[in-house]
């Protein structure tokens, strides 16, 4: 079946702009992941997502992070008046179920704040 | 709070040789380890996993790892490689409980010919 898919896969934005960008998970999955990947720092968690449980946001670096789970199933993450240092790839995973489940990941979204 | 180290950032081996992928992390009473692949513009694929048993776990393309509990280490395994192999792998720890991967920064493995 389909994966885990991402939009878009690459973005440019001005400093100070925002910035929305979307998992799709796979069909029945019901926890999504957010994780950030920063040239040289390996994969960074932001966010959690589980059915209609409140989400984990204990991962997201500034409150001008945000992100929606709709209808249990697309997310959407919105970096708010983006900085440099947010550039990096922006990754989405989803599992079956909870955290014990296996992750699976989508091709993310390459983000580059000029 | 827990923590992952892969101790070479860059690893290059020729085609066909053996080559181990170094993983250690933080003690804890217990914990879930994983290897994961990400292949050139590609998301990140599982490779293997330890959730309990045996100590020596096989994973698909042919990779194995070990679980080290005295030495705190899951280190990444192949006999030999291939070209194919060329990637950046991350060792990930998910400590018991409801609690997210923690990954180590990667390693980039690069198979020469």
């Known amino acids: 079946g389909a994966g885990v898919s991402q939009s878009p896969s690459n973005k440019v934005t001005e400093k100070g702009k925002d910035v929305e960008l979307r998992c799709d998970p796979i069909?029945?999955?019901?926890?999504l992941y957010w994780y950030r990947q920063s040239l040289g720092q390996g994969l960074e968690f932001l966010i959690y997502?589980?059915?209609?449980?409140?989400?984990?946001k204990s991962g997201l670096p500034s409150d001008r992070f945000s992100a929606e789970r709709t209808g249990g199933s697309v997310s959407t993450l919105t970096i708010q008046r983006t900085q440099q240092e947010d550039s990096a790839v922006y990754l989405c995973?989803?599992?079956?179920?909870?955290?014990?489940?296996?992750?699976?990941f989508g091709p993310g979204t390459r983000l580059t704040v000029t | 709070a827990q923590s992952v180290t892969q101790l070479d950032s860059q690893v290059p081996v020729f085609e066909e040789a053996p080559v181990e992928l170094r993983c250690n992390y933080s003690s804890s009473v217990s914990v879930y380890l994983f290897w994961y692949v990400q292949y050139p513009n590609q998301g990140l694929q599982l490779l293997l996993k330890y959730l309990s048993g045996s100590t020596l776990v096989k994973g698909i393309n042919g990779f194995e790892a070990e679980f080290n509990k005295s030495q705190t280490s899951f280190h990444l395994r192949k006999p030999s490689v291939h070209i194919s192999d060329t990637a950046e792998y991350f060792c990930?720890?998910?400590?018991?409980?409801?609690?997210?991967?923690?990954f180590g920064k990667g390693t980039r493995l690069s198979v020469i010919a």
């Open positions: 990930a720890v998910r400590p018991s409980g409801n609690t997210p991967l923690v």
């Open positions: 069909s029945g999955h019901t926890a």
């Open positions: 995973a989803s599992s079956l179920r909870s955290l014990t489940y296996e992750q699976y």
């Open positions: 997502f589980q059915g209609n449980s409140a989400p984990d």
